[in-house]
């Protein structure tokens, strides 16, 4: 049923704290819930929080078990700025459109930040600005145009000139834009806090259990596994993350290869703020710093998803990220202590695609694919509980696969 990827390799930076365990069962029989959801990472953990918050039976499943997915692999710079800016997704679109997606991001943040405060969950949380740096796929020029088409749609946005960035931050570049409201967190301590919260209400996790096959019905959905038991739920909730099911249509999307490094703990050489950064680039750089003070950087993307050549390339794009990062910061010691490589998922206009697939609407899917994955699966909560609730949310539309 769905494709098999080697997702990451490498060792994340997020293998040195310590996360809560999540327990699982062994599927050994035929069960029956109100929604099924396929995938354990944080998609998978937002919605089942969710969904068992609404009173709704859960069932979770996934072929390797909680948090060993992609989950691990992220950077997890938390923002609602999308990859794609909002002056070229308003041309690709519409502004009202591009507008609120930008809005609804926005706001997903924001949620996000006060569902983990009410959870009381502790993933190390920080709120965190964040800095969007000139490149070459937006100039200072259209650097300014970007930070007034964001205030114009109701998002706070400060254009920074060379000297100002440099003066404020100690980053010598042509400009930047600053913004507020982002959040910086250890994604793994998260996924596993949601995952025990919708445990506490009685939903059940069973694996290593693969998906086989799925039997669509009028009144149901039945899900065959690889050791024998079905699952039959009233909704499906496909969360597999970049392993694609066949039931999910081919969207404008793809998955690519990219890398990160993580660097030994130094708290007095982080940048005023600890402000996230990343740039107007093709393929873009992207950094922020932990707790402890190391330093995560990401980038280098590459278009194919060959996974052992793609493991091959660690060691040289390792040197190549901590390269950049000492042009960008020279006083940071860049000698990565973490390394590590994973598939990542893109879309042609940066959005998520969410909702319920056409012509099933039992079966719903989260693709948060783009640099905001966090962001789009707290979206992607909000859109299916509310759809399996019976209730559209305002902006289902604006995320569906119909869209797409």
Partial sequence: MARKLDLRSGRPVWFAYRA???PTERLTRDVKTDVLIVGMGISGAMAAETLTAAGRSVICIDRRG???GSTAATTALVQFELDQPLT??????????????WRRSRLAVSNLSGRIAELGI???LTPSSALYLAGDVLDPSALRDEAEARRQVGIGASYLTRKALTDSFGID???AILSHGNLALDPRKLTAGLLLKALQRKARFYAPVQATAIEDRSDQVVVATSGGPTITARHLVLATGYELTDAIPKTAHSVVSTWAIATAPQPKNIWPGSVLIWEASEPYLYLRATEDGRVIC???DEDFTDEARRDELIADKAKRLAKKLHRLLPRLDVRPEFAWTGSFGTTSTG?????ALPRHPRIHAVMGYGGNGITFSQIASEIVASAIGGVEDADAKLFSFSRS
């Fill in 20 to 22: 809560p365990s999540v």
């Fill in 66 to 68: 909680p948090l060993q």
């Fill in 88 to 101: 070229k997704l308003s041309a690709m679109v519409g502004k009202a459109d591009a507008g609120q997606a």
């Fill in 122 to 124: 502790d993933c190390n």
């Fill in 173 to 175: 570049r042509a400009g």
């Fill in 298 to 300: 990401g980038g280098e």
């Fill in 351 to 355: 959005m998520p695609c969410i909702g």
